[in-house]
């Protein structure tokens, strides 16, 4: 399992009945969790006192309860993001993942001490969490992501972290033509972050379901690989594809000189859970480091 345990601003209080309780900040929040199949007594008295209580409706939802700023701040570590109460129940940052950012990080500060500024391929980018633990961390970042809205969010999250000025391309555009052009172009990345969701639409507006187009969308990523890469980080939040898949598949796409140096681990990504000292699964990760 990778636990993503270093939080100070970030809570997950409880989690019952397709719920979680959550501070994030000085605020508290009940959003839905698919995960949370189980059902408690729900003792903890900040279920009642959320300034955000986002309900799943029909096909969609809002935010039923909302005594929440337009938008906050908060820190992890050294880096600062910023926080909005956005559709389908988001926030604009998935906690968990933070401890990919370490992860990639510590692995890019190595890199670094040796003389080296990796070259950083985020696709899926989303508001860019990923990309400023990298650029923090001392690599160069391209940033993809479908977007203009995530897009525009990462590079205030870039600023507010003071790295405004750091060596980062954000790109607007769907991931797999972005990746194809760069083939062409003969563009190669030292590491590289893929967080595809679920579902999505292509260029097209064709829908898509990621276990039909994981395997196809790895084997074109793989190559833009450089010869000497950093690492490979792949994140899913598909319950239908599982780690050992993404492994499998990455794996199998990958030249042989870089199968024999390639260092693998997978596991869920978690969080823990304050009332309960439990862990609560928030997805999957497949990391790849190349010695």
Excluded at 18 to 43: A, H, M
Excluded at 115 to 124: A, D, I, S, W
Aim: hydrophobic share 35%; with cysteine; aromatic share 10%.
């Amino acid at each position: 399992m990778f636990i993503a345990n270093g939080w100070k601003d970030y809570e997950l209080i409880d989690c019952d009945g397709g719920e979680r309780l959550e501070r994030w900040g000085n605020y508290i929040l009940v959003r839905p969790d698919p995960q949370v199949i189980w059902k408690g007594e729900r003792k903890n008295p900040l279920w009642k006192k959320a300034q955000g209580v986002y309900k799943r409706q029909g096909g969609g939802g809002s935010w039923v309860v909302n005594r929440m700023p337009e938008a906050w701040c908060i820190n992890y570590g050294d880096l600062t993001f910023r926080l909005r109460p956005m559709g389908f129940k988001h926030t604009g940052l998935f906690p968990e993942q933070a401890t990919n950012w370490d992860w990639a990080g510590g692995l890019i500060r190595n890199s670094v001490k040796n003389g080296k500024e990796p070259k950083v391929l985020n696709l899926f980018a989303y508001t860019g969490g990923a990309t400023v633990a990298c650029a923090k961390a001392g690599a160069a970042l391209v940033h993809v992501d479908a977007s203009k809205g995530m897009t525009q969010a990462a590079k205030e999250n870039m600023q507010l972290s003071g790295l405004g000025e750091a060596p980062c391309r954000y790109i607007v555009d769907d991931c797999r033509k972005f990746v194809e052009r760069e083939i062409r172009r003969g563009n190669r990345y030292d590491g590289i972050i893929m967080d595809p969701p679920s579902y999505g639409r292509g260029p097209n507006g064709e829908v898509w379901k990621l276990e039909e187009c994981a395997a196809d969308l790895i084997e074109l990523v793989v190559k833009v690989l450089s010869d000497e890469p950093l690492f490979f980080l792949i994140n899913s939040y598909t319950t239908g594809l599982s780690p050992s898949v993404m492994q499998y598949i990455l794996m199998r796409a990958l030249p042989e000189k870089l199968r024999r140096r390639a260092t693998v681990d997978i596991g869920e990504t978690c969080i823990p859970v304050t009332d309960s000292g439990l862990l609560l699964p928030s997805g999957a990760s497949v990391r790849v480091s190349f010695e």
